[in-house]
């Protein structure tokens, strides 16, 4: 980001073409690896703060006619004009498109085995971590799926679960 800090900030690009720099450059190197993370609230919020900085970059100050002053947008004002899925739920919908593959995959396949293995011993003391899979089956639940298993068996529907995944 801090590479095309002077780029996205540059007047004279259009906006249409700094909204796509930040959707094929910028956006995907921030969540290379996206589909195996485990996302905290805290780390949603962290993303979603990033992103608004990055958008409120691009789309750059607003004048207030009453104020008589420049002013920087609101969240929802970036909402609107960015008008599309934030980053946590581009991550979430890769991990849901991840999910799918892996069950979707030979038993024998690595990601598989340990998608449904354990790995043995035991856990540290504590409150335990997060895990992936429980984050993920959190994320379906929020979209009303209900066997999970068997949706991803079926590329369709598992795809059409995904799209429904625009309102995570």
């Known amino acids: 980001f801090w590479a095309l800090h002077r780029v996205l900030s540059f007047n004279a690009l259009p906006r249409k073409a700094k909204v796509r720099l930040y959707k094929t450059t ?3 190197v921030v969540t290379y690896g996206s589909e195996t993370w485990v996302l905290t609230q805290e780390w949603e919020q962290k993303l979603r703060v990033w992103e608004r900085k990055v958008l409120r970059r691009i789309y750059g100050p607003v004048f207030d006619a009453e104020e008589q002053a420049w002013r920087i947008r609101t969240n929802e004002e970036l ?3 960015y008008a599309e899925p934030d980053v946590v739920t581009f991550i ?3 991990r849901l498109r991840w999910l799918g593959h892996v069950e979707r995959m030979e038993q024998d396949r690595v990601p598989r085995r340990l998608l449904n293995g354990h790995p043995g011993g035991s856990r540290r003391r504590g409150r335990p971590r997060m895990r992936w899979l429980d984050d993920v089956e959190a994320d379906l ?3 009303g799926v209900r066997r999970w298993r068997v949706a991803a068996l079926d590329r369709d529907e598992w795809r059409r679960t995904i799209e429904e995944a ?3």
Request: net charge positive.
């Open 26 to 28: 910028i956006r995907p």
């Open 79 to 81: 909402r609107e004009l």
């Open 92 to 94: 979430k919908r890769g």
């Open 141 to 143: 639940r929020g979209l």
């Open 166 to 168: 625009q309102v995570l």
